[in-house]
């Protein structure tokens, strides 16, 4: 690549920084071909291309092989082609494989005619003018060698031409140099060549610099250049030096065509290489044409296919489109909303979008668009639009500010249609608070206008003067009694027509401002304005509506209701308030059917302590809160006590004493009183146990609720509690009661016959209560029947109650069975139970409960006999 002019050598010092510029560069392009991971590729190709070039030139110094007059030497024309040959590999091998395929015909032609112009440029300019002055010594080698380095010129300049057409992005300006560079490159070839046949000084004189600007715009180039796997998006510059490479080749055959022609012109020697250059380029002209017009063709099609595909998917998509323009015309409307305008008579595009949308929605789309002129739109709007039949269509819109974009400049409107959506979600919101079977407003919504009832009061709080006190609303809560048994006797339908009825019948009662409610499956409600008097009053009158009696294809149905009344106050909360009202209906349910009652403050305490004892029932064994007490069973006939029944006691640390009765309903729905009694069997049959020196043959009663039955584990628990005490079984009896046969499940019948396989003996307790009956003895084979204090209640008076135990007696002696009255109070009492032939006894007038200790000073002191008026009697 480094020669001397072809008239002489080039001087030493300029020949020598030559070389230390070649080397430099040749380092550059070595490290260059390491960044870029080309391997023996591309930029290290060049660097050995380089290094050759300084390799041959030092040759040819040194043999001394160039002649001071005359044509040059074939070998010294021929030196730089092998450097040359590996730039032209080096510059190609610059480009991928799928880059080459990429460019296709195009590039080829583009190349060709580049090609061809330059070996028209190289003839006209060098190698006419060389080979003139040289007319009479030129020998055919010399001529030939000529020939072919400017061949090898020409392919090298399209060879870069090559980088700069088919590369991508950033790496066309490192093409773009390499051009500049290979054109330096052929200037100083020309310079050597026609300076020295011309003997011409100046061109032999420009020859190093020239050579010198080639190495640096080299060292440019590789310094640039980004590597082939570049992602750096194309910018305007590069694509302008795609344009330029795809325009140079047509720029270069004109020129080289002209100067041809002008050379023919003013007589000017011509060589046939340059004509048949010419003849090619035009050739090469018109396929490239064809070409062009085939690739045209082809993106022109692929164009018109897309442009067809996105129209489709335009006009089938659910989100259309509208665009503004900063007027907030519509300039473009997606066909689904101009077509459906146009059903309706209007004209959409050309139209403002606040004149074309309901005229409810035009400020605020105007302030949407037109409040942010710089940008910054965001969110969603609705807007409705005219549509077909008269109607209105219901868009969500969402915006892209596009303004500022020079290709669009407008604002994209990207709408839904969600009027199916909006109609779904009013069916679904009347569906969710209204009730089905009475079009009454349903619990949700009678809450919410709770809620929105109670927030106004809270509004009105901090006004002066404001009613803000109990007598401006009330809620009311009613309670059906009767439909149970209009269920059971006539069935679900004649229920669902009196509740029916019964709706009705309220909603003609309640008064335009009062907001009446299914609560419950039966309870209704009703938000009564007003005073608290005036709330009575409306309660009255639609208890009295309820109670009328209602007329049904099975007959008449007779209802009634409890009513719960709340007046609203400030600060009062939805959930108190419910919380209120049922306390208040409970309270109008105990107190019988057709009573009002209004909330007081003594029914928050008293669900106040509930709550209380129901968390603090967890944890009251182990904090030795619960203890055991014994009240004796003694035998009327020889006053001995044959028995005693543990009961449960649990002194609380705020309360003392706590009932069982009002303590074990709290267990059982806290799910506590299966544990709480596997331990009262645990600690009762231990200490019974103990009492073998006192009392071998005394028996101990247990009572065992339902839900320790409906556990399963009841069998289970009495043989730990009997092997682990060691008390025998024969002397434990377990107490049930008749709802635990109809509540705890079939598996009672099992339970109940492995106990009495065991040992254990069984009493049905509390008979003759309210939920009593004979059948439950026949089902339920028992040991012992304990008669319920309230048919003791009136024994010694009332020959009627006397008559039933006298009765139940008889049926004991008939079955076997022992008879066990609970509950005496009264020496008649007492008289009564011997004089009937009842065998035990229980209550006051015997003994209290006792603690452990009393029990065992009671068996020591009267050696196991009790009776009224005994000195030793607890």
């Given at each position: 690549?480094l020669?001397?002019?072809?008239?002489?050598?080039v001087?030493?010092?300029?020949q020598?920084?030559l070389?230390?510029?070649?080397?430099?560069?040749?380092?550059?392009?070595?490290r260059?071909?390491?960044?870029?991971?080309?391997?023996?590729?591309?930029?290290?190709?060049l660097?050995?291309?380089?290094?050759?070039?300084?390799l041959?030139?030092?040759?040819?110094r040194?043999?001394?092989?160039?002649?001071?007059?005359?044509p040059?030497a074939?070998?010294?024309?021929?030196?730089?082609?092998?450097?040359?040959?590996?730039a032209?590999?080096?510059?190609?091998?610059?480009?991928?494989?799928?880059?080459l395929?990429?460019g296709g015909?195009?590039?080829?032609?583009?190349?060709?005619?580049?090609?061809?112009?330059?070996?028209v440029?190289?003839?006209?300019?060098v190698?006419?003018?060389?080979?003139?002055g040289?007319?009479?010594?030129?020998?055919?080698?010399?001529?030939?060698?000529?020939?072919?380095?400017?061949?090898?010129?020409?392919?090298?300049?399209?060879?870069?031409?090559?980088?700069v057409?088919?590369?991508?992005?950033?790496?066309?300006?490192?093409?773009a140099?390499l051009?500049?560079?290979?054109?330096t490159?052929?200037?100083a070839?020309?310079?050597a060549?026609?300076?020295g046949?011309q003997?011409?000084?100046?061109?032999?004189?420009?020859v190093?610099?020239?050579?010198?600007?080639?190495?640096?715009?080299?060292?440019l180039?590789?310094?640039r250049?980004?590597?082939?796997?570049?992602?750096t998006?194309?910018?305007?510059?590069?694509?302008?030096?795609?344009?330029?490479g795809q325009?140079?080749p047509?720029?270069?055959?004109?020129?080289?065509a002209?100067?041809?022609?002008?050379?023919a012109?003013?007589?000017a020697?011509?060589?046939?290489?340059?004509?048949?250059?010419?003849?090619?380029?035009?050739?090469?002209?018109a396929?490239?044409?064809?070409?062009t017009?085939?690739?045209?063709?082809r993106?022109?099609a692929?164009?018109?296919?897309?442009?067809?595909?996105?129209r489709?998917?335009v006009r089938?998509?659910?989100?259309?489109?509208?665009?503004?323009?900063s007027?907030?015309?519509?300039?473009w409307?997606?066909?689904?909303?101009s077509?459906?305008?146009?059903?309706?008579?209007?004209?959409?595009?050309?139209?403002?979008?606040?004149?074309?949308?309901h005229?409810?929605d035009?400020?605020a789309?105007?302030?949407?668009?037109?409040g942010?002129?710089?940008?910054?739109?965001t969110g969603l709007?609705?807007?409705?639009l005219?549509?077909?039949?008269g109607?209105w269509?219901?868009l969500?819109?969402?915006v892209?500010d596009?303004?500022?974009?020079a290709?669009?400049?407008?604002?994209v409107?990207?709408?839904?249609?969600?009027?199916?959506?909006?109609?779904?979600?009013?069916e679904?919101?009347?569906?969710a608070?209204?009730d089905?079977?009475?079009?009454?407003?349903?619990?949700a919504?009678?809450?919410?206008?709770?809620?929105?009832?109670?927030?106004?009061f809270?509004?009105?709080s901090?006004?002066?003067?404001?009613g803000?006190?109990?007598?401006?609303?009330?809620?009311?809560?009613?309670?059906?009694?009767?439909l149970?048994d209009a269920?059971?006797q006539?069935?679900?339908?004649?229920v669902?027509?009196?509740?029916?009825?019964?709706a009705?019948?309220?909603?003609?009662?309640?008064?335009?401002?009062?907001?009446?409610?299914?609560?419950?499956?039966?309870?209704?409600?009703?938000l009564?304005a007003?005073t608290?008097?005036?709330?009575?009053r409306?309660?009255?009158?639609c208890l009295?509506?309820?109670?009328?009696?209602l007329s049904?294809?099975?007959?008449l149905?007779?209802l009634?209701?409890?009513?719960?009344l709340?007046?609203?106050?400030a600060?009062?909360?939805?959930?108190?308030?419910?919380?209120?009202?049922?306390?208040?209906v409970?309270?109008?349910r105990?107190?019988?059917?057709?009573?009002?009652?209004?909330?007081r403050?003594?029914?928050?305490?008293?669900?106040?302590?509930?709550?209380r004892?129901?968390?603090?029932?967890?944890?009251?064994?182990?904090?030795g809160?619960?203890a055991?007490?014994?009240?004796p069973?003694?035998?009327?006939?020889d006053?001995?006590?044959?028995?005693v029944e543990?009961l449960?006691?649990w002194?609380?640390?705020?309360?003392?004493?706590?009932?069982?009765?009002?303590f074990?309903?709290?267990?059982?729905?806290?799910?506590?009183?299966v544990?709480?009694?596997?331990?009262?069997?645990?600690?009762?049959?231990?200490?019974?146990?103990?009492?073998?020196?006192?009392?071998?043959?005394?028996?101990?009663?247990v009572n065992?609720?339902p839900?320790?039955?409906?556990?399963?584990?009841?069998?289970?628990?009495?043989?730990?509690?009997?092997?682990?005490?060691g008390?025998?079984?024969?002397?434990?009896?377990?107490?049930i009661?008749?709802?635990?046969?109809?509540t705890?499940?079939?598996?009672?019948?099992?339970?109940?016959?492995?106990?009495?396989?065991?040992?254990?003996?069984?009493?049905?307790?509390?008979?003759?209560?309210?939920?009593?009956?004979?059948?439950?003895?026949?089902?339920?084979?028992v040991?012992?029947i304990?008669?319920?204090?309230?048919l003791?209640?009136r024994i010694?008076?009332?020959?009627y109650p006397?008559a039933?135990?006298?009765?139940?007696?008889?049926i004991?002696?008939?079955l076997?069975?022992?008879?066990v009255?609970?509950?005496?109070?009264?020496?008649?009492?007492?008289t009564?139970?011997?004089?009937?032939?009842?065998?035990?006894?229980?209550?006051?007038?015997?003994?209290?409960?006792?603690?452990?200790?009393g029990?065992v000073?009671?068996?020591e002191?009267?050696?196991?006999?009790?009776?009224p008026?005994?000195?030793s009697?607890?």
């Amino acid at each position: 690549m480094l020669t001397g002019a072809a008239g002489g050598p080039v001087p030493l010092a300029a020949q020598l920084a030559l070389v230390l510029a070649a080397l430099v560069t040749a380092a550059l392009l070595w490290r260059g071909g390491r960044r870029t991971g080309c391997g023996l590729r591309g930029w290290t190709l060049l660097s050995f291309a380089v290094l050759l070039g300084v390799l041959g030139a030092s040759v040819v110094r040194v043999l001394h092989l160039a002649v001071d007059a005359g044509p040059p030497a074939p070998a010294r024309l021929l030196a730089p082609l092998p450097a040359v040959l590996l730039a032209i590999a080096g510059v190609v091998s610059l480009l991928t494989w799928q880059q080459l395929r990429r460019g296709g015909a195009r590039l080829l032609t583009e190349t060709a005619l580049f090609f061809s112009a330059a070996m028209v440029l190289s003839q006209v300019l060098v190698v006419g003018p060389a080979l003139t002055g040289a007319a009479i010594g030129a020998t055919s080698g010399t001529r030939l060698a000529v020939e072919l380095s400017c061949l090898a010129t020409a392919a090298l300049l399209s060879s870069v031409l090559l980088v700069v057409s088919a590369s991508a992005g950033p790496r066309r300006a490192t093409g773009a140099l390499l051009l500049l560079a290979a054109g330096t490159q052929a200037t100083a070839h020309g310079l050597a060549l026609v300076g020295g046949n011309q003997h011409i000084p100046a061109f032999s004189a420009a020859v190093p610099a020239t050579q010198l600007l080639t190495l640096v715009l080299v060292c440019l180039a590789v310094l640039r250049d980004p590597g082939p796997q570049a992602l750096t998006p194309p910018t305007r510059s590069a694509d302008r030096l795609s344009r330029a490479g795809q325009l140079l080749p047509h720029l270069v055959m004109v020129v080289a065509a002209l100067l041809f022609v002008g050379s023919a012109v003013l007589g000017a020697p011509t060589t046939p290489t340059a004509g048949v250059a010419v003849l090619a380029g035009l050739a090469l002209t018109a396929v490239h044409r064809a070409v062009t017009a085939r690739d045209e063709a082809r993106v022109a099609a692929r164009l018109h296919d897309s442009e067809a595909y996105f129209r489709s998917l335009v006009r089938s998509s659910s989100d259309a489109v509208l665009i503004l323009d900063s007027a907030l015309q519509v300039t473009w409307a997606a066909p689904t909303l101009s077509d459906a305008a146009a059903a309706a008579g209007h004209r959409l595009v050309g139209t403002a979008l606040p004149a074309a949308v309901h005229p409810d929605d035009a400020d605020a789309v105007t302030s949407w668009l037109a409040g942010h002129p710089t940008g910054g739109l965001t969110g969603l709007r609705t807007f409705r639009l005219p549509s077909g039949g008269g109607g209105w269509r219901v868009l969500e819109a969402g915006v892209s500010d596009l303004r500022a974009d020079a290709d669009v400049g407008a604002l994209v409107l990207h709408c839904r249609d969600v009027t199916a959506r909006l109609d779904r979600e009013d069916e679904l919101h009347s569906i969710a608070f209204t009730d089905p079977l009475t079009g009454l407003p349903n619990r949700a919504a009678q809450l919410a206008a709770l809620g929105t009832r109670l927030a106004a009061f809270r509004d009105r709080s901090g006004t002066p003067g404001a009613g803000t006190g109990p007598g401006t609303a009330a809620l009311l809560l009613f309670d059906l009694q009767g439909l149970h048994d209009a269920r059971e006797q006539a069935g679900g339908d004649v229920v669902d027509v009196a509740l029916v009825e019964v709706a009705r019948r309220l909603r003609a009662t309640l008064r335009g401002e009062d907001h009446l409610a299914r609560f419950g499956a039966e309870s209704f409600s009703v938000l009564a304005a007003g005073t608290t008097a005036e709330a009575d009053r409306v309660a009255a009158r639609c208890l009295s509506v309820i109670e009328q009696p209602l007329s049904t294809d099975m007959g008449l149905v007779d209802l009634t209701a409890a009513v719960g009344l709340v007046p609203l106050v400030a600060g009062l909360t939805e959930r108190a308030a419910l919380e209120r009202a049922e306390l208040a209906v409970g309270d109008a349910r105990a107190a019988g059917p057709g009573t009002v009652r209004r909330y007081r403050d003594a029914l928050g305490a008293a669900r106040d302590r509930r709550d209380r004892l129901r968390r603090d029932l967890v944890g009251a064994r182990e904090r030795g809160e619960l203890a055991l007490a014994w009240q004796p069973i003694v035998h009327l006939a020889d006053h001995r006590i044959t028995a005693v029944e543990v009961l449960l006691r649990w002194r609380h640390p705020l309360y003392g004493d706590i009932e069982p009765e009002e303590f074990l309903p709290l267990a059982e729905r806290a799910g506590l009183v299966v544990d709480v009694q596997r331990w009262v069997l645990a600690e009762a049959t231990a200490a019974i146990a103990g009492l073998l020196e006192q009392a071998t043959d005394l028996r101990l009663s247990v009572n065992v609720s339902p839900h320790h039955f409906a556990a399963g584990t009841l069998v289970a628990d009495v043989g730990t509690a009997l092997r682990t005490s060691g008390l025998a079984p024969e002397r434990l009896i377990v107490e049930i009661t008749e709802s635990a046969l109809r509540t705890a499940g079939g598996h009672v019948t099992d339970d109940i016959a492995a106990l009495r396989l065991m040992g254990v003996r069984l009493a049905l307790d509390d008979f003759g209560g309210r939920c009593s009956s004979l059948p439950a003895l026949a089902q339920l084979r028992v040991d012992v029947i304990k008669i319920d204090p309230t048919l003791l209640a009136r024994i010694d008076r009332d020959a009627y109650p006397r008559a039933l135990c006298q009765a139940v007696v008889g049926i004991g002696a008939s079955l076997g069975v022992e008879i066990v009255a609970e509950g005496v109070e009264t020496t008649s009492q007492l008289t009564a139970l011997e004089a009937i032939g009842c065998g035990s006894a229980q209550g006051f007038l015997l003994s209290r409960p006792l603690a452990l200790g009393g029990l065992v000073t009671l068996l020591e002191q009267g050696a196991g006999s009790l009776w009224p008026g005994i000195p030793s009697r607890a």
